[in-house]
């Protein structure tokens, strides 16, 4: 199934965003689209939408302090015309890449439940399912490494996460797993620059 901008699947989503609503009338308030390119063969997953990030703007990693470092990485491996990403309109464009969410809605304090991550879990599948033969998937954080091999009707046990670690998916595709690229995680330095760029080069070098 294709991304749904009408989806009400999780109660406690939909209420929580109508909250969010009445909070902030100009914020986007409903589920987060994929941004990229259609025909990417680079699928980037990250957790959910930010409160004053995508849940704002209305794109993945727009606005927060996540994408800081996300696309100014993008941009440094050739995979953006720009560095920053400020709005929807701002005139960022992505190359060979998509950048999607295991959850397209945002949850309270950023955590979504096991029930929610399953109800997405659908559009995550069509998304993979849509990627070119010799794709690459980027998982930011072990939600979204769990979640993609749910997507791909893969056991857990036999893809453990790890920051670079690499799984071959299918006879299609290869996963990578990073860090999420969260305040907190770059602010601790558990995750660098350096860390995150070698895990896009890495992905650059599968592609090529």
């Given amino acids: ?8 699947r999780c109660r ?15 914020y ?6 994929p941004f990229g390119d259609k025909k990417a063969r680079l699928l980037i997953v990250g957790l ?5 990030g995508a ?21 440094e491996t050739g995979f953006s015309n720009r ?6 309109n701002d005139g960022l464009r992505l190359r060979d890449c998509r950048i999607t969410n295991a959850v397209k809605c945002l949850p309270p304090q950023n955590k979504p439940v096991g029930a929610e991550v399953n109800n997405c879990n659908g559009y995550l599948a069509h998304e993979l399912a849509g990627l ?8 930011l954080g072990s939600i979204a490494h769990q979640a993609v091999l749910k997507a791909m009707g893969l056991r857990q046990k036999a893809h453990p996460f790890s920051h670079g670690g690499e799984h071959r998916l299918d006879d299609r595709l290869h996963l990578i797993d990073s860090y999420h ?13 350096e860390m995150f760029s070698a895990v896009f080069r890495r992905a650059k070098a599968l592609l090529a």
Avoid: W
């Avoid at 406690?12 to 100009?26: N, T």
């Avoid at 560095?83 to 929807?88: G, H, I, M, N």
């Fill in 28 to 33: 986007h308030s409903a589920p987060v689209a």
């Fill in 132 to 139: 070119p033969e010799d794709g690459v998937v980027i998982a």
């Fill in 1 to 8: 199934m294709g991304f749904d901008p009408a989806c009400r």
């Fill in 83 to 88: 560095a920053t990403s400020s709005s929807a």
């Fill in 55 to 75: 849940n704002a703007t209305g794109r993945p990693f727009t606005g927060d302090h996540a994408g800081i470092l996300l696309y100014q990485t993008l941009y």
């Fill in 48 to 52: 959910a939408p930010g409160m004053h």
């Fill in 12 to 26: 406690r989503l939909v209420s929580f965003l109508g909250e969010v609503r009445k909070a902030h009338p100009d």
């Fill in 181 to 193: 690229c969260s305040r907190y995680n770059t602010q601790t330095r558990r995750l660098t620059p």
